[in-house]
């Protein structure tokens, strides 16, 4: 069983959606994947296609103990169970910082439920708070997506970088592979051999770069059906196929 996390502290990057494909691509693999959305604006819940006021149960169930994590697993449309997201997780990140171990809440409520799955995938917020930190903790590796249109990204990835050593240092886990998924690629552009020298400039080579079809993206987004299923011929859809091979490769060895 592998768990993959997907960070960056800057938004709008294509963090979100490289999480619920790189989900649903994993699944069409005939993988058993579990995604959990541990971010309070629970996009990725969205976009696989989950209202979160039909939920009886989710994350914040799970991390406060009022229910299980396996009471909280749903099954969606899309090859893959999920436990979802939440608003209310904004506070459970605050009441966490006065908690000890707070690092490992999300570690524990998972815990019961991982053997059911080859692979689990986490989406993050945007920041490098608790609730980032909780799966950093849980984490086999993690991607950071990486935006050539956005040179903060780039630096948001060298600063996760640096907090994942120093957190793998204090709470005495396996320090996680990182590996950087350059989004919104055109192989033509200045932008685009920059952010690629950069990244291998400090050692975080791309394992994979996803076209700039942001139209395309964001339509499937709107739809609730992952571009993996909505657009299964697009070029999005068979890099971010790509990228699920390499897991697959990388988590074997």
Known sequence: MTVTVIANQKGGVGKTTTAANVGVALALRGLRVLVVDVDPQFALTRQLGLQECALGVNLVDAFAGGAGAHEAIVSSDHNVD???GARE??????????????ERFLREALEPVLDRYDHVVIDTPPNLGLLTVNALVCADQVLAPVSVEDEASLHGILELQQTIRKLAERVGVTEPHLRAVVTRWQRHRIASRQTQAALTAAQLAPVARIPNRSALIGRAARRRVPLSLSDPDSSPTIAYGDLAETLLVVSAR
């Open 82 to 84: 999920v436990i979802a």
């Open 89 to 102: 997780l904004a506070g459970v990140e605050m009441s966490l910082v006065a908690e000890l171990g707070r």
